[in-house]
């Protein structure tokens, strides 16, 4: 993806995390580490 559309992923990942979090709490923080990791490839 495009660097413009890191906001949109942040949404994304956002509501992917919110989702994941009501059902699984831990399954939340793998969400959050691809997101990271997504971001940290893109800024390379």
């Not at 580490?33 to 390379?44: E, S």
């Amino acid at each position: 993806m495009a660097r413009t559309n890191s906001v949109d992923i942040w949404d994304f990942l956002t509501d992917v995390s919110t989702k994941t979090l009501e059902q699984n709490g831990s399954f939340s923080f793998y969400s959050v580490a691809f997101f990271y990791l997504h971001f940290f490839l893109l800024a390379l």
